[in-house]
């Protein structure tokens, strides 16, 4: 068992620990990176200890240092402080100071630290079938620069993805100075292009509304998915859950969705209405109606035009704190009617400048490029950092296109599918290895500082524009020092430290715009549609497909599905009754020429005649991961409507697929319901704990074994599931803290898997409901005396421990763990069979040093972050007092966007957790066992509009 | 140098017969040869009770006894930690070791008490040397006397005679 | 003291006698008995060899899987996250239950002074042996790092540490490794005298050497014939209570958890009767073959299959009885997950393996009713086949099922045997039967200077 | 019919029925006692270095503090190995030619460091934190010997987990006054027994140093 890829690789081999070659401060850093784990490796070959030649400031061989900086996500920023050892960047934290993070991170972020890591990143320059030099691009462009820049441009163009980095904004001005023929496209394939031409519509202006959902009491999502993935998911989730936390009922905000598949914020609505994409819009209209719009009255079905009614009432009523909210995937007109409504209902939001100032919209960027193309106007492409190749939409036709550039350079991580299209192709620094900046949806800016050296020959975002400018050696520290040398005055060296420490730009955030009142705009009803209609949306796990490659992602199970390593098209389940098709089934989708096969997901609780899938997947060239996982949606995607396609035609095509997921059954019936009991505000109001039937947490069980003994700490862990919103932060966040391996498709395939914190997706009525299952720490653990070699054993602080290195691997704790949680090393997951190119030398930088690797044939499991709490104890011992409240933090309750995983210590009076674990609503998942769990939840309240009958929750 | 009279028989009942008779007709009985056990033959002869069973009581006890000592020690004493919340001695959970244990213990005590008692492992023995003695093993009943004097000889001779021996053969041991 | 000799048999009459006629008389039937062993060339061999060739070709297959188990992992296996028990475990239960049948047999019958155990116990024991030897097989490789499977002994270390004796493993191995051990020591003392016996009825010197030695030098003094049944005596007292430790303990495997399924007191007593079902079948099959392949007609007879019948369909009434008070605890019970495994198992992903089962166990093993189907080897034979792949499927299904449909739907699974799953069982099914096989040829298979005795109280024909 | 065995076959066959019990014991105990030894853990041998650095020399002759190279100890879980600057410190006045010191100006020069070969070696599976021994009053020879007169380092201790133990079990015997933490040179008192509890009672406040999370995660 080793510690870290040091310790049991290279070092004790004595290899270089990372193949490529070393300049000192990384190389060093690397090889420090040995020490720690090299003093406590075992084995009798003689081990190697390789100190610094000179040691960098601030760095003490074996302790952790802590840097801020931002990752982007679809071009906006969110705030991060990543945790290194001796060099090696290891983990992803979030920054309560930035806006978009409030100290908690999403999964993209947490698994951004594998991607760093990534064996399969572009090494060096690459053309005509060949590894090049710099140099060489730069030979090979200098002279086709020097031409377009004395036709002012002309004939060259640029693409990017969506920017909102002052500096690289600013690069790019002083480019279309230089040469003002020179044309900019950027093009982001999770664009909010309606949602813009919304706000043009009824403003006249372009305008961003941030929802304040601290001040909402009644939210109608029209198709919204606001906690839904994306930079705004972490903001908006803790303060949708803030509005929501269990208070009077008129006191806490209520939630209604109207929407066509499951969303997360349609998962946790306490009302929600399936209907078909079009006729959302409807739902708007008979609102606006009720509020005095002169619109023509909209046919809807009894039961959406009752609850558009109800709804509608419940809004008026709370005039003032009543907020309407339109997807991405409305047309512009419906956003529009949205902000008429809102302006109506005086509702709780503020408008900004759109932080991405590009007005145009992103597919009709791209396609105006391509139609530029095609009449030749296009002699030089720069392409950087974007895929359009891969997730162009389908459309556009954008692959012949690039091949008819003469001239075309592809800048980016991978040698991606566009990169395979292009003359050219160079390294892009991930953007832990270089300095730039950037802005979250909000405006504020943060600085984006290297953790790293480049592990490639790579050069990142600010130096490639350098470069286009004709300045080479060009260094993008200073490059983005003065972007903001005008902004720190008189100490700016004190002023710039402070902010790289924050990761926060003091007062960047974008002011409130005035706006004129919104025009109500002549929205006419929809008639429901005749054929399919495919919607689209971000992939919960990998987002746009950027991400392909980052194995975390890939096996992190998706909400309602729990589907990994691939997607599926999701279809209602009265349609997959008529076209009687079942999970599994190969279907064939057809829209016009385009046609697509995929296997299907039978959904409840879906719209009927509408097939909703994601996006990410099918990709050629992403890597030995990511490559060749799912189907490749784009291909069907729209330009003009990119989210939702009408008018598609499904048939059988007879043959089936194993689709992979982590959890079979959902459904929830009678007494099973005690698995995630629901409660509603109105009985929890007048509720005392007894009407619901929950197994408090201290009502032990009477029991003949002895009372234990605990000092200082007991450790007990809260989880409020009504907080939870699935959105697996904590997931991949345990993944990254504890070195927990991935197993990889044939794995799960056999039922196997390694994720100490799952997450169990229970249907009740109808209704989806999320609970994270961490290892329950028993009391009475039912794991323990069956274990015949004592590796499973608890600690004077209350902890279930499990000891890999004593762990004969028996599998009898598993067997006997009613809650199963525990995770079995059938194969060396993590120890020499790993999955795809996860076995790298590099990819073994990951690793956490504080945590055991466990080897093949030993039980792992959920250990409340031992090594966390065991430091923080030491902490303490040396400064001679206690750990304190809040000192120690798990890696999903860091994560946790909503802050539903609590761990406090129980022999501390004062402590939080007893509030928690003694509140009405807690509760101790199958205590009735009598295994005494120390992880104890807070039943899930909903808080439903009396006035709907019981029979709609 | 003592010597021993082996008388050969065909069959059980002419066998338990004449040991009958030479014990009541004062011919000192040394011991039998038989292919199987042939109790009452055996009663005929002077002998104390076994010492196996109570060797195998006194085995299995003590080795139960040391199998919970241990349990204990390296439980309660030596490392004792928390499992599941359960008592460090866990008596009912200790039950079964020093039992399984303790009969081994029996059983293997009761072997060696066995060959103590029969004298065994004695690969090599004078009547082995004996012509047809192989059969004892078989179908063969033998009887083993003490030789008579020189003056009665011809009395036992006919004494054999009659009780039907199918063969007389003198050893010395 | 003399028990055997106080079923007074000489006036046995025809249907009470255990032998035939053409083996009574001793000669008869210490050559019928050795002459296999010291007289090969008197004997046809080929199926033998057949047999032999094919079993060590299994046995070999079965000692790759295990390298690769070492090698590879038990990943191989179609364990999964959920259901961490699979074959293994099975076949071990299932090995174990066979390895108990043969020293109840002896030595119960021993104590209840059956006549007719005379011509079964060896084999019997003989089986016991082997099966239990590859039952402790299955743990060992079953363990995700079987190279440490020692650190279940308390053996002096550097690092401090023992065994924690309060799990059901550890007993367990105790059992086991006791359990053995005492087989080899009963087996051994009732083979004393018939080493003898070969010594003496061998015509070459190797042989007699050999067998001598075993022997220990045995003359069948009164004095040794005394020792040996104090001894053999006070052994089957005390192997009766061990064996049916050693089967409460593999049930207490199940028991001690808290599993739906697992945690039923009758576990115990409902394995060891399970144990002395599947082992009483495979005693019957091996009688069949033994009686076949040495001719021993003689001695083993139909009123043997009959008798033997006959315990078997009492066993069977007791599974049936121990299914049904499951089901109704299950369900008396209330307990939702219990409730809900009864469900599974008879309607759910196993549902057909379970009905198997109970035809097997429960329904065919009723037409021992019928005088003449205990009296036909053939039917006999086949009813006990079917109750051992029964038996083998109930170990299964005790582990698939719950552990399939706990208490945790979100983590629901389903077992899916790999082809080393299969290897590992039929692997270690051909290796019984090689050791069997090597067995026949070197040791009597019949106890000679028991079948004497019985000769001798059954009289003269 | 001759006899099928001599008589010293008794013999034989009595000593093989004593040999099957004997031997299994008599392996245990010889495993038992390879394991223990010295050959396994490695105590007491030395090992040698690119450069023959001389603890006995620095720090019994020249009386260097421990801290002076191995500056992480208090701090970090990690003592540290001294950058090569530090030895540069000195011995770019001193000995500046010394055959012995090439690979250490090499390093400098060409700036590679230097791979020391380990001495005291633990299982990665185990967290071992310097800072937290010092804090608690185990002084560096505790574990390390007399590093004072080592012109080698060699491993002082078993490394045993029984080893460990053993302390983690009882510590007091073991603890120094902080003030004499890093003197090379300390011996325990004669009093260490009433000495080491009550300076455990000042120092320590964990009671459960033998919980398997104190050293395994």
Not at chain 1, 253 to 277: F, I, N
Not at chain 1, 693 to 700: E, F, G, S, T
Not at chain 4, 144 to 163: E, F, I, N, Y
Request: proline share 7%; aromatic share 10%.
């Amino acid at each position: 068992m080793s510690k870290h890829a040091k310790s049991s690789g290279d070092i004790r081999r004595g290899e270089p620990p990372l193949e490529f070659d070393l300049d000192r401060r990384s190389a060093l850093r690397l090889f420090v990176g040995g020490v720690a784990a090299a003093l406590t490796s075992c084995g009798k070959p003689p081990e190697e200890i390789v100190p610094y030649v000179q040691i960098p400031e601030r760095e003490t061989p074996g302790l952790p240092l802590q840097f801020a900086t931002a990752l982007p996500l679809a071009g906006y920023g969110r705030g991060v402080i990543v945790t290194s050892v001796e060099g090696r960047p290891i983990k992803v934290n979030g920054n309560p100071r930035h806006p978009a993070s409030l100290g908690s991170t999403d999964l993209y972020g947490e698994a951004a630290i594998l991607s760093l890591y990534d064996p399969d990143r572009s090494k060096a320059p690459y053309s005509s079938k060949r590894i090049q030099s710099w140099s060489s691009l730069e030979a090979a462009l200098r002279p086709r620069l020097d031409r377009h820049r004395t036709k002012q441009g002309e004939g060259l163009a640029l693409l990017t993805g969506r920017i909102t980095s002052p500096t690289l904004l600013a690069q790019i001005e002083a480019l279309t100075k230089a040469m003002p023929l020179m044309r900019w496209y950027r093009y982001e394939p999770v664009d909010d292009d309606a949602v813009r031409g919304g706000a043009m519509l009824a403003f006249g202006q372009a305008a961003t509304m941030l929802p304040r959902f601290r001040d909402a009491r009644v939210v109608l999502a029209l198709d919204a998915d606001p906690i839904g993935f994306g930079p705004e998911q972490v903001r908006f989730a803790r303060e949708i859950i803030e509005a929501r936390r269990p208070r009077a009922p008129d006191e806490s905000l209520r939630l209604y969705a109207v929407e066509p598949d499951w969303s997360l914020t349609g998962a946790l609505a306490d009302h929600r209405l399936a209907l078909q994409p079009e006729r959302i819009r409807n739902v708007a209209i008979e609102i606006a109606r009720t509020l005095g719009a002169g619109l023509e009255e909209p046919g809807l079905p009894e039961e959406a035009s009752q609850f558009a009614k109800t709804v509608a009432a419940d809004l008026s009523a709370r005039r003032g704190a009543a907020l309407v909210l339109a997807g991405p995937r409305q047309p512009a007109d419906v956003q529009a009617l949205c902000h008429w409504i809102n302006a109506q209902l005086l509702g709780p939001a503020d408008f900004i400048a759109p932080v991405d100032r590009v007005a145009t919209g992103h597919s009709e960027s791209l396609r105006s490029l391509a139609s530029e193309v095609r009449v030749g106007g296009i002699e030089t492409l720069i392409v950087i950092g974007a895929n359009p190749i891969y997730d162009a939409p389908g459309d556009i036709g954008f692959g012949d296109t690039v091949a008819r550039v003469p001239f075309a350079v592809h800048i980016g991580c991978y040698r991606d599918e566009t990169a395979e299209r292009c003359t050219w192709h160079a390294p892009l620094t991930h953007v832990l290895e270089g300095w730039s900046d950037i802005r979250s949806f909000d405006g504020t800016a943060s600085i984006i500082q290297p953790l790293i050296r480049p592990l490639y020959d790579s050069r990142d975002v600010h130096q490639i524009l350098a470069m286009l400018q004709g300045e080479l050696s060009a260094s993008s520290l200073d490059i983005v020092r003065n972007t903001w040398k005008t902004a720190g005055g008189n100490d700016w060296d004190g002023w710039w430290r402070q902010t790289l420490q924050d990761g926060v730009v003091p007062n960047t955030a974008s002011g409130k715009i005035s706006l004129p009142e919104p025009r109500l705009p002549q929205v006419a009803p929809a008639a429901p549609a005749e054929n399919y209609t495919l919607i689209l949306s971000p992939d919960p796990s990998l987002f746009d497909g950027s991400m392909a490659n980052n194995a975390w992602l890939q096996e992190c199970a998706k909400p309602f599905t729990r589907q990994v390593w691939g997607n599926a098209l999701h279809l209602a389940e009265a349609d997959a009754h008529d076209l009687g098709m079942t999970d599994g089934d190969v279907v064939q989708l057809k829209r016009g020429e385009a046609t697509l096969e995929a296997a299907i997901f039978v959904r409840p609780g879906q719209a009927t005649r509408v097939i909703s899938t994601t996006l990410g997947y099918g990709r050629t060239h992403a890597g030995s991961i990511g490559s060749g996982v799912g189907f490749d949606i784009y291909r069907l995607r729209q330009a003009d409507t990119p989210w939702l396609s009408a008018n598609v035609t499904i048939s059988k095509t007879g043959r089936r697929e194993n689709l992979l997921r982590t959890q079979h059954f959902f459904e929830l019936e009678g007494e099973a319901e005690e698995l995630q009991p629901r409660l509603t505000l109105a009985d929890f109001a007048k509720g005392n704990r007894g009407d619901f039937k929950l197994n408090a947490p201290d009502a032990n069980l009477p029991t003949l074994y002895p009372a234990p003994q605990y000092d200082t700490y007991e450790w007990a862990m809260a989880i409020d599931v009504s907080a939870c919103i699935g959105c697996n932060a904590c997931v991949v966040a345990c993944q990254a803290e504890n070195n927990v391996p991935v197993v990889g498709p044939e794995e799960i395939a056999n039922g196997r898997d390694m994720h100490w914190l799952r997450i169990d997706d229970y249907v009740v009525d109808g209704r989806p409901g999320f609970t994270p299952m961490p290892c329950m720490h028993c009391e009475h653990a039912p794991c323990e005396p069956v274990c015949p070699v004592a590796a499973s054993i608890h600690d004077s602080e209350g902890l279930n421990l499990q000891v890999y290195n004593r762990c004969v691997g028996t599998r009898f704790c598993e067997s006997n763990c009613p809650y199963k949680v525990r995770r079995f090393n059938f194969f060396g997951y993590a120890d020499g069979q790993e999955y795809a190119n996860l076995g790298a030398e590099i990819t073994k930088a990951v690793f956490n040093p504080d945590v055991s690797v466990r080897s093949r044939g030993v039980m792992e499991k959920c250990t409340y972050c031992v090594q966390r709490i065991s430091g923080a104890r030491r902490e303490a011992e040396k400064e001679g007092r206690n750990v304190r409240e809040g000192e120690v933090v798990t890696a999903c309750q860091a994560a946790c966007p909503t802050q539903a995983i609590n761990l406090g210590n129980l022999s501390d009076p004062k402590a939080n957790i007893h509030s928690l674990r003694t509140d009405a609503r807690s509760y101790a998942l199958l205590g009735n066992l009598g295994t005494r769990p120390r992880t104890t939840y807070l039943a899930h309240v909903r808080n439903p509009n009396p006035d709907f009958g019981k029979a709609r929750r | 140098m003592t010597h021993l009279l082996l008388v050969e028989f065909a069959d059980e009942s002419r066998f338990a017969e004449a040991a009958r008779c030479a014990r009541s007709m004062r011919y000192r009985l040394i011991d039998a040869y038989t292919p199987y056990p042939v109790e009452q033959v055996f009663e005929l002869f002077e002998h104390r009770d076994s010492r196996i069973r109570p060797a195998m009581f006194a085995g299995g006890v003590a080795m139960a006894a040391v199998a919970y000592g241990l349990e204990y020690y390296s439980a309660v004493v030596d490392y004792p930690y928390d499992s599941g919340g359960r008592p460090l001695d866990a008596w009912p959970a200790f039950m079964l070791v020093p039992f399984a244990t303790g009969i081994l213990l029996a059983a293997v005590c009761g072997f060696v008490m066995f060959l103590f008692e029969t004298g065994l492992p004695k690969l090599s023995d004078p009547v082995f040397a004996v012509d047809g003695f192989e059969r004892v093993s078989q179908d063969r009943f033998v009887l083993a006397l003490e030789p008579p004097g020189e003056q009665d000889r011809q009395r036992a001779a006919e004494f054999l005679k009659s009780v039907g021996a199918t063969a007389v053969r003198e050893v010395e041991r | 003291m003399t028990m055997v000799t106080t079923i007074n048999l000489d006036a046995a009459t025809e249907e009470s006698r255990w032998t035939l006629p053409q083996a009574r008389g001793l000669e008869a039937a210490n050559a019928s008995i050795a002459a296999p062993l010291l007289e090969r060339n008197r004997w046809n061999w080929l199926i033998w060899w057949i047999a032999f060739a094919a079993s060590l070709a299994g046995s070999i297959v079965f000692f790759i899987a295990i390298y690769l188990i070492f090698s590879r992992g038990i990943g191989i296996w179609g364990v999964n996250t959920t259901i961490v028990w699979g074959f293994a475990i099975a076949n071990y239960v299932w090995w174990i239950g066979i390895g108990n049948a043969g020293t109840l047999i002896s030595a119960m019958l021993l104590l209840m002074r059956q006549p007719w155990r005379a011509s079964t116990n060896r084999f019997a024991e003989a089986m016991t042996l082997f099966a239990a030897a590859i039952a402790g097989i299955f743990p060992i490789i079953h363990l995700g790092r079987p190279l440490y499977f020692y650190w279940l002994m308390p053996y002096p270390n550097t690092m401090h540490l023992w065994p924690q004796w309060r799990s059901a493993l550890i007993w367990d191995f105790w059992a086991i490794l006791s359990y053995i051990l005492f087989s080899i020591i009963f087996w051994y003392v009732g083979l004393i005298p018939d080493f003898a016996t070969l010594r003496d009825r061998a015509r070459t010197k190797a042989p007699a050497l050999i067998y001598g030695a075993l022997a220990l030098g045995w003359r069948g003094s009164a004095q040794h014939w005394h020792a040996y049944e104090v001894l053999h005596l006070a052994l089957a007292c005390l192997g009766v209570p061990l064996v049916v430790s050693l089967h409460s303990v593999v049930g207490m495997d199940f028991a001690t958890s808290l599993m739906p399924g697992w945690q039923e007191t009758i576990f115990p007593p409902y394995f060891v009767v399970g144990a002395m079902y599947s082992g009483f079948a495979m005693v019957v099959c091996l009688a069949a073959l033994v009686r076949w392949g040495f001719r021993l007609e003689g001695l083993i007879t139909i009123a043997h299959f009959n008798v033997m019948a006959k315990v078997m369909l009492m066993a069977s009434i007791v599974m049936g009885l121990s299914y049904a008070t499951e089901w109704f605890t299950a369900w008396y019970g209330g307990e939702r997950a219990d409730r809900g495994l009864l469900a599974f198992e008879f309607t759910g992903t196993y549902a057909p393996m379970f009905c198997t089962l109970l035809l097997c166990n429960v329904v065919i093993p009723q037409a021992f009713w019928f005088s003449p189907i205990r009296r036909s080897i053939a039917t006999v034979f086949a009813i006990a086949v079917l109750i051992n792949i029964g038996m083998w499927l109930e170990r299964i299904l005790i582990v698939w099922n719950t552990l399939s449909h706990d208490y945790t739907p979100s983590m629901w699974r389903q077992f899916l045997p790999t082809v080393w799953d299969w290897l590992t069982t039929f692997g270690s099914f051909a290796f019984f039967v090689l050791l069997y096989l090597v067995f026949v040829r070197l040791v009597p298979v019949v106890s000679m200077h028991e079948v004497r005795k019985l000769i001798a109280q059954e009289g003269p024909r | 019919m001759p006899q099928l065995f001599r008589p010293y076959a008794d013999t034989v066959a009595r000593s093989v029925l004593v040999a099957i019990v004997v031997v299994p014991v008599l392996g245990i105990a010889i495993a038992y006692w390879v394991s223990a030894s010295e050959y396994t853990t490695g105590q007491s041998t030395f090992v040698d270095q690119p450069v023959p650095f001389s603890h006995a020399h620095h720090v019994g002759g020249l009386g260097l503090d421990c801290r002076y190279c191995h500056t992480g100890v208090e701090v970090s879980p990690v003592a540290g190995i001294p950058p090569t600057h530090t030895c540069m410190t000195c011995h770019s006045q001193l000995y500046t030619q010394a055959a012995m010191l090439a690979p250490v100006r090499e390093s400098l020069a060409n700036d590679r460091p230097i791979h020391w070969n380990k001495v005291n070696r633990l299982p990665d599976y185990v967290y071992f934190d310097h800072s937290i021994h010092v804090a608690k009053g185990i002084g560096c020879t505790t574990c390390h010997g007399s590093v004072a007169s080592m012109p080698l380092m060699r491993q002082a201790a078993p490394l045993t987990m029984g080893w460990c133990l053993d302390c983690h079990r009882n510590p007091a015997p073991n603890i120094r006054p902080r003030s004499a933490m890093f003197d090379p040179s300390w011996n325990f008192p004669d009093d260490q027994a009433e000495r080491g509890i009550i300076l455990a009672h000042q120092y320590l406040h964990n009671k459960h140093l033998a919980d398997c999370s104190v050293c395994h995660r």
